[in-house]
């Protein structure tokens, strides 16, 4: 019984100090990544007064008035309603265009295929600085600037590719079998396409919808050109302000954890999936 | 709410123009043009499958080709005009460019974002990815390092900038300095030449949680009997991680690196709330801007730089890609 247990207990302790070290880096590596998220958020909750005043570690009184501030004044809400509207107007729209374009990619071989693939690849690598100006006088001479509309079509040209890219790789991995037993089976073609294969590529139209909903989130150098007032995002009034003189931190910081928020949010649903994009070297 | 109502008609216009489009034209193609029965029913069906790629493919060709190639001509056109747009110059604006010292910094600091924002946001995903690895809670780990990517840029350089800050109460890292004695707060963003890297450094804060969680995916396909072998072979575990883990997952660090490297291509936002552009920091994207609407010739002329940096970039990644393919 002793040297059974001795025979145990040995190898554990071996590996113990080992894992040990690995915990005390990671959590080193950890605060170094989250440190800053959490000053934005320490301050967020501090009055203006309390910010410039003495260096403290966590808020001293905690207000949510800073939030107040930004719930309540139109000029502030309004530019997280005009970025959630287009945004979602685009993950939509560029999904609709690209699943059946990834569909033909992967289900059928046509003269200049792979052509097409690739040079659909390079607009994905389309530096935006270059579109912002052409887009602008497009826009204007129509009519359609400063709306919602003018920034999703902007930014549904950049996220086509790449939901191309992602979804095609995902279809890839559906045998061609499925499609062709769903149509001895009597489906049709649109029936098909909703009931049996959308479900089996689930996940690659998230891991495309996360990508579309990132680029189009983040994105500032071409909405701030293609908007003045009233579809102006939330990134844009941010800037401004941060620009400004006589700053409001408290409500600057407050309007920053809000703009983390959805992206925390969708990262959480998508994580599992995106690592699944990558491994079939999409993405 | 007006702008939701309009977003919703416009997704649901978009979306039901887009299902029409396909239903209408599939219809069309089987029904009429190549009715699969009758005499020629054979030939129809080999017709129509040839066909039918091409419907699925429009809408995206068109909405690319129209959209992708007009800007670029337009831009080009644009550039070669001067200020106002009416007289033509030639190549009078990327003379006077290249002639000009804002120009060739931002040249310089954007090379500069190129060769080390990549390298440093993939060397320490790597890390993390390689530490996390079999750790307990690595997962919990992974989504808190995956948040940085999360915040637009505008948010990051919010933060950066209280991290930055020049006064002992806002600035973490002058606080910090203030704590171990420090007389006088400096301003990291005022340091000639080196506020580049501590502006760089926001970005790849940004993009290391990305650059792990794929890493850590390629580690954990290592096949173990590689490792274990080595292990065998009396191999110390910096040998492991350098000489059998590394190589075998080379070709997902290059496409890490390569994804960073396009995002690099298109940062603007950083330098922009970061310093506007002052104290040198300027990088094409931001020199642009500062352009915009005031010169669109000498704007539209940056523009097609950028372009021009961009191809080499793009035609290595296509190569890439190709042989991956075959």
């Known amino acids: ?283 | 709410m007006p702008p939701i109502l309009q977003g919703l008609f416009t997704i649901l216009v978009g979306v039901t123009g887009c299902v029409a489009y396909f239903w209408l034209s599939n219809l069309l193609l089987d029904r009429v043009i190549c009715p699969p029965h009758g005499p020629h029913a054979g030939r129809n069906i080999t017709r129509a499958n040839l066909i039918r790629p091409w419907l699925f493919l429009f809408p995206a060709l068109v909405v690319l080709g129209l959209y992708l190639a007009y800007p670029v001509v337009g831009s080009f056109v644009r550039s070669l005009h001067d200020r106002s747009g009416t007289e033509f110059i030639g190549l009078g604006n990327y003379a006077d460019l290249i002639a000009s010292g804002g120009f060739r910094v931002a040249v310089r600091n954007n090379i500069l974002w190129l060769l080390v924002v990549p390298a440093a946001a993939t060397a320490f995903g790597l890390l993390a990815a390689q530490l996390t690895d079999r750790l307990s809670w690595g997962n919990v780990a992974k989504s808190l390092i995956f948040m940085p990517m999360a915040i637009s840029f505008v948010g990051a350089s919010l933060i950066w900038r209280f991290v930055y800050d020049n006064s002992f109460d806002i600035g973490l890292i002058n606080a910090v300095r203030g704590a171990f004695g420090a007389e006088r707060a400096i301003d990291v963003i005022q340091i000639p030449f080196w506020n580049n890297f501590f502006i760089m450094f926001i970005m790849v804060w940004i993009q290391t949680g990305f650059a792990m969680v794929i890493l850590s995916a390629a580690l954990r396909g290592i096949p173990e009997e590689t490792v274990e072998a080595a292990i065998m072979d009396g191999a110390s575990p910096t040998q492991i991680f350098f000489r059998i883990k590394v190589p075998q997952i080379m070709g997902t660090i290059v496409v890490v690196w390569t994804t960073i490297t396009f995002l690099v291509l298109k940062v603007f936002d950083i330098v922009y709330t970061m310093t506007g552009g002052n104290f040198g920091t300027h990088i094409l994207p931001s020199y642009m801007m500062s352009f915009m609407f005031r010169d669109d010739g000498r704007a539209t002329a940056v523009a097609f730089v950028i372009m021009i940096l961009v191809l080499p970039v793009m035609i290595w990644n296509i190569r890439q890609a190709r042989r991956e393919m075959r």
């Open chain 1, 1 to 283: 019984m002793a040297s059974t247990t001795e025979t145990l207990a040995a190898p554990a302790a071996r590996t113990l100090p080992r894992i040990r070290t690995r915990h005390v880096v990671m959590v080193l590596y950890l605060a170094f990544m989250l440190i800053p998220i959490y000053w934005l958020i320490k301050m967020s909750l501090q009055t203006n007064r309390e910010i410039l005043g003495a260096f403290t570690l966590w808020p001293q009184n905690p207000t949510l008035d800073n939030y107040r501030v930004i719930l309540t004044d139109r000029s502030w809400y309004m530019g997280y309603v005009n970025s959630i509207t287009y945004v979602v107007m685009n993950t939509v729209l560029s999904l609709a265009v690209a699943l059946p374009a990834a569909y033909a990619f992967s289900r059928y071989r046509f003269l200049g295929d792979k052509h097409l693939f690739f040079w659909l690849l390079t607009n994905r690598m389309a530096p935006p600085a270059v579109f912002a100006l052409p887009f602008f006088q497009l826009y204007s001479s129509v009519g359609l600037f400063d709306t919602h509309i003018a920034v999703a079509l902007a930014h549904t040209l950049f996220n086509v590719p790449l939901a191309v890219w992602i979804l095609e790789g995902f279809m890839r991995g559906v045998p061609k079998e499925i499609d062709e037993t769903a149509y001895i089976d009597g489906y049709s073609f649109p029936r098909f396409f909703v009931k049996i294969f959308m479900p089996l590529i689930a996940s690659g139209i998230g891991v495309a919808a996360f990508f579309c909903f990132m680029f189009s989130w983040v994105e500032l150098l071409l909405s701030r050109t293609l908007t003045a007032v009233n579809a102006q995002p939330i990134a844009s009034i941010m800037t401004r302000t941060v620009s400004a003189s006589g700053l409001d931190w408290g409500v600057l910081c407050a309007a920053g954890v809000l703009t983390i928020i959805p992206g925390a949010l969708v990262i959480y649903f998508v994580r599992n999936y995106i690592a699944k994009g990558f491994a079939l070297g999409r993405v």
